[in-house]
């Protein structure tokens, strides 16, 4: 066996290495708006050479030689110093006098908790289930099993853990956790706690009293075909006309299926449009909503200090490596915002069609093309546009929305996917309810129009629009 030793030894080799700043760069390239005016703020925060402009009409301020220690710049700073220096002695008295007439003391500490404690916060469907939970009259054995099986309910209010399960792994009766769980489904919100939808629909009929009633007989032993839409057959083992059924099932979809979702953490998701289209006299005009960023700028005072004699080397390397980090930060902020209008533009010149006639004309586009177009790389305009939102005559759209591929029609035109999309959704909604489109008729309508397309691209684009197959739709 041969003996292992170890060694060391060097290599030569060459690396490509993305230097800190060319990565903050393209990292503020890709963030969306919000993100980065949060990363401004933080910056403005951490570095003290850099200020916010206290108007929004005045220009962001950089000179040559910025970064260095050495300036041209001939400027009398005295009266501004003397007015820091007053506002200062100003701030620092009036802070001393109320920290010696506030002094700490345990009340003020209680009142600052309770301010806190008192921050309204989003209960959890959970917390609120425990809380009703308490109230009841369970022993200790019973409220342990009654948590457990609330820990086991998912945000939607079903449970997730079968029953049988959860008494076998407990050693519990499994009578007695289908009546604590029979406890639990009598909870608010109406419906938690069921096993699958049909209990849960069949759980809120019976708080409405409609037990027996026509709609509880098609949820218990109809919900499937209700589901595959064949309405015939449950009309005829019912009994019933048409005009009850449709009734009937109206009621069920006034239903809640997912009760657990008022109690839902999920916040609404807000979007800033970047980009501004406007349509004045005739052409589109492209404007860079600048107003949503912080205007920053290199404060003249620590530019001043550098140049200052009693200014030790320390203190000047120190304000000279900052400064020199605030100038990139702004000169990052104008090559963000001068790329993501540079890309705009183009893409708003070759989607003058779909701004002035809607989507049926949107035309194909690749980011290969923006690139070449604007002089950048593909990746560029993929980070450019990512997040990024602009605000047309047509509504907000975000800017990936105007990247589609094309599918060429019978007159050797390039059309957009989203187009024949939106094509197929148009002739699903006019088509008769009782004779509605397969995906072969579709195609062949299709065809009509020129497009050409296979069928299971038909099937695959109705899935993402979420239309249901035509023996679904039908209506009797």
Not at 95 to 124: G, I, K, T, V
Not at 192 to 204: H, I, M, P, T, Y
Not at 254 to 281: F, M, N, Q, W
Request: charged letters at 30%.
């Amino acid at each position: 066996m041969p003996s292992q030793t170890l060694s060391l030894s060097q290599s030569q080799r060459l690396q490509m290495v993305l230097a800190p700043q060319l990565r903050q760069s393209l990292e503020m390239l890709q963030l969306p708006i919000m993100e980065l005016r949060t990363m401004i703020q933080q910056e403005i925060e951490q570095n003290p050479t850099i200020e916010e402009e206290p108007t929004a009409n005045e220009s962001i301020e950089i000179e040559p030689g910025t970064g260095e220690a050495e300036t041209s710049e001939e400027m009398d700073f005295d009266k501004e110093f003397e007015a820091l220096a007053n506002l200062d002695e100003e701030w620092r008295e009036y802070f001393f006098q109320n920290q010696e007439s506030q002094p700490y003391s345990s009340e003020a500490e209680e009142r600052h908790q309770f301010l806190l404690d008192s921050l309204p916060q989003q209960q959890s469907l959970q917390e609120h289930l425990l809380e009703q939970l308490q109230m009841t009259e369970l022993d200790e054995e019973d409220g342990r099993l009654g948590e457990m099986i609330i820990g086991s309910i998912d945000d939607d209010g079903y449970l997730t853990t079968d029953i049988e399960e959860m008494a076998t792994a407990s050693t519990a009766d499994l009578h007695r956790l289908e009546g604590i769980l029979a406890l639990i489904q009598d909870f608010h919100p109406t419906g938690v706690g069921a096993r699958n939808l049909r209990e849960c629909l069949l759980l809120q009929m019976e708080r409405m009293d409609k037990v027996d009633s026509l709609p509880w007989r098609l949820v218990d032993k109809h919900l499937e075909q209700l589901g595959a839409r064949r309405l015939t057959e449950v009309a005829k083992a019912l009994h019933i006309t048409s005009t009850e059924l449709q009734e009937a099932t109206a009621f069920i979809a006034s239903l809640d299926p997912k009760p657990g979702r008022i109690y839902s953490d999920e916040v609404a998701t807000y979007v800033i449009a970047e980009i501004v289209v406007k349509k004045v006299e005739g052409e589109y005009l492209v404007i860079m909503d600048d107003d949503q960023l912080p205007h920053i700028k290199i404060s003249r005072h620590y530019r001043q200090l550098i140049k200052g004699a009693a200014t030790s080397a320390e203190v000047k390397t120190y304000v000279r490596d900052r400064i020199r980090a605030g100038a990139f930060l702004i000169k990052s902020i104008h090559q963000r915002q001068k790329t993501i209008f540079r890309i705009a533009t183009e893409i708003v010149s070759r989607q003058v069609d779909f701004l002035d006639h809607g989507i049926s004309n949107l035309r194909p586009l690749t980011m290969a093309e923006i690139a070449e177009a604007v002089g950048v790389h593909e990746t560029t305009v993929s980070r450019a546009v990512n997040g990024k939102y602009m605000r047309t005559p047509r509504g907000i759209f975000e800017m990936k929305y105007f990247f589609t591929p094309g599918i060429k029609t019978a007159g050797g035109e390039q059309i957009s996917n989203k187009t024949v999309k939106d094509m197929i959704a148009t002739l699903v909604a006019d088509e008769d309810p009782t004779h509605p489109l397969s995906d072969q008729d579709l195609l062949k309508l299709l065809d009509e129009q020129g497009v050409a397309i296979a069928r299971r691209t038909i099937a695959k684009y109705r899935l993402v629009l979420r239309i249901p197959p035509s023996h679904m739709r039908k209506h009797y």
